[in-house]
């Protein structure tokens, strides 16, 4: 490979990426100052309802440390430094200058309201590091939504309430009267937007009182405004003109990754080679730069994409990452970056030459399948070209229906559609059933004789990966099995010749757990996963593919250090849709609240569906 232009051009790169990754110096400095910035921020909002302890002495040598003529600035330093601290610890430039504005502005009120010449000395030599090391915080912005300013307002509203109560409470001999918790919380509610409450104070305590509450309000304006009115940058999208060289590249490339077709799902973001012969398809959640699946493209060229991919998770301070890489694709990323890699589990792949369903292993495939066919079940496997657009918008509808959950699931072995134009090669597997006669009335379903669906994305020019599987909870069990082993039966005539099933993590520990002579750590994993799975398809997955007598293909996860595997962990599963930390279903907008009536529904339930909507 090293003599491709990729190579040639990203020469030398790898290893800087890997110094700057990885540099003592670049990891330190960062991660010192902003664990600094996080335990000043928290001794500022904590030590103004201490400041008659004997913890008292030691706050006149920190920055912000308060006083109550001073209880304002502390609040909102405090804070200001706890949203700073994480952006500090990934060298972000913005937040490297909020904290070089925010500093100057706590050594003058240390000096002016606290006399405190340490707390200023203090305060310079922390603005001083920053600017001794500001190359190190050179960190681009994340990608960012407005749906950001409502989050902050709640969770900066909240805490500003909390602060706000603790404020009021923290002048007990001041206090006029004995004044009711509503009566506080109408003080606090009424002082962050800058008018006086109904607690009374003596001896000019309201002044103090009153400031603070003002400086809560004002900072949770400020900070939602800011969010709200900054330009959006959306996490991923991927570009026509992206999706064009994607699929160029597909074209000549597609048949080595069973995963490649997956690259064209359009809330992915791509990452070309300098030759433009190789691409790596990512997303980036909670600050993990998440690549599927091996480099898009020439082999030749993948170092190229790969280099581009670690530049840009550097400027931008991501965890690089790669989920359900091929083995050869995990021996490129961690040649070319220094990188690990871990088994994550094994792809099922069916030669359709070789599958029957004759013979003792596939016996309980043979006799449910059987089973179903005698119950009135028939099936049909298309390409989406043949499907006319009512019925393909039938297709559709009924997929999204039996989803079962408010958002699609998938990332790495999903498209994330069906029925799209572009997607014209990809192969759709339906179940059908007659309505049922009872009392000369046919009782149909809301998609008429619909039952079951199963999609497949091109893998090559003579292969297909399963994308999704979908069916009606009112339909027999077994749908799943049937449609597989009728789209293998088809696929032949479809030129297909080797299929591409599901995922199953951990396939082998669970294989190996189960066999005679397992030791006791692997039979402590094995019944790890078996109790895992009653949340998560892990011993479900493996069971199910099996059945069809697939062969095994591992696939990997690459990963820089072992610390950073929790958190690619959780991003994994926020891309893949198992964890959300979206805002609750409540405040977001709803799913349509009927049904709409689709093209195989008898005419008159069409019409009153359509009546109804």
């Not at 297909?496 to 994993?525: D, H």
Request: hydrophobic letters at 45%; aromatic letters at 8%; glycine letters at 10%.
């Amino acid at each position: 490979m090293s003599d491709s232009p990729d190579a040639e051009k990203s020469g030398g790169v790898p290893n800087r990426i890997r110094r700057v990754l990885r540099g003592p110096r670049a990891e330190a400095v960062p991660t010192a100052v902003g664990t600094a910035c996080m335990l000043i921020g928290l001794v500022d909002i904590v030590f103004p309802r201490l400041r008659h302890s004997r913890v008292h002495a030691l706050a006149e040598v920190l920055p912000g440390a308060v006083s109550s003529l001073a209880a304002a600035a502390s609040i909102v330093v405090g804070l200001l430094l706890l949203m700073l601290a994480h952006g500090l610890k990934r060298r972000k430039r913005r937040a490297w200058v909020a904290a070089v504005v925010l500093l100057p502005v706590g050594a003058a009120a240390q000096l002016l309201y606290r006399h405190s010449v340490l707390g200023t000395v203090f305060s310079l030599v922390l603005m001083g590091v920053l600017l001794r090391y500001r190359r190190e915080f050179a960190a681009l912005p994340d990608p960012r939504s407005r749906w950001m300013a409502l989050a902050n307002f709640v969770a900066m509203g909240g805490a500003s309430l909390g602060i706000g109560l603790l404020i009021v409470r923290s002048h007990p001999d001041t206090i006029e009267g004995s004044p009711s918790l509503a009566a506080q919380l109408a003080h606090v509610l009424w002082g962050l937007i800058g008018f006086e409450g109904p607690v009374g104070y003596r001896d000019g305590a309201d002044y103090t009182v009153g400031y603070s509450l003002g400086a809560l309000g004002l900072l949770t304006v400020a900070t939602t405004a800011y969010l709200a009115f900054r330009p959006e940058h959306p996490a991923a999208r991927l570009t026509a003109s992206d999706e064009e060289g994607l699929r160029e590249l597909l074209a000549t490339h597609g048949g080595r990754d069973s995963l490649g077709y997956f690259a064209l799902r359009r809330d992915k973001a791509v990452i070309f080679s300098p030759s433009g012969k190789a691409a790596v398809c990512y997303r980036v959640v909670s600050g993990v730069m998440l690549a599927s699946g091996d480099p898009v493209g020439d082999v030749e060229a993948w170092p190229g994409a790969i280099a581009a991919f670690m530049e840009e998770a550097r400027a931008h301070s991501w965890t690089p990452a790669v989920m359900g890489c091929s083995e050869t694709g995990g021996e490129v990323w961690t040649r070319e970056t220094g990188l690990d890699a871990l088994e994550l589990g094994d792809e099922a792949i069916v030669d359709v030459a070789g599958f029957t369903l004759s013979g003792r292993a596939m016996r309980n495939v043979r006799q449910m399948v059987k089973r179903i066919e005698r119950a009135g079940y028939e099936t049909r496997v298309r390409r989406v070209a043949d499907l006319g657009p009512e019925e393909l918008e039938a297709v559709r509808l009924a997929a999204e229906d039996w989803r079962g959950t408010d958002t699609e699931r998938g990332f790495s072995m999903a498209l994330g559609r069906i029925g799209d134009p572009a997607d014209g090669d990809s192969v759709i597997a339906t179940a059908h059933k007659a309505a049922d006669i009872t009392e000369d009335r046919a009782e149909e379903g809301p998609y008429g004789d619909l039952k079951a669906v199963l999609h497949f994305v091109p893998w090559g020019p003579d292969g297909m990966s399963l994308d999704l599987m979908r069916r009606d909870r009112s339909a027999d069990p077994g749908m799943n099995e049937l449609l597989i082993v009728a789209a293998l039966q088809a696929a032949p005539a479809l030129g297909v010749t080797r299929v591409s099933l599901n995922f199953a993590m951990f396939r082998s520990a669970l294989a190996r757990g189960e066999k005679l002579g397992a030791g006791p750590v692997l039979r402590g994993w094995r019944a790890l996963l078996v109790f895992l799975s009653r949340w998560f398809q892990i011993e479900s997955l493996y069971k199910f593919n099996a059945k069809f007598g697939p062969r095994w293909e591992p696939r990997f996860v690459v990963f820089r250090n072992t610390r950073d595997l929790p958190r690619i962990g959780l991003a994994a599963m926020q891309a893949e849709g198992f964890v959300s930390l979206a805002l609750p279903r409540l405040l977001r907008r709803g799913r349509r609240a009927e049904r709409r009536p689709c093209a195989h529904q008898a005419p008159a339930r069409r019409r009153e569906l359509e009546q109804a909507a």
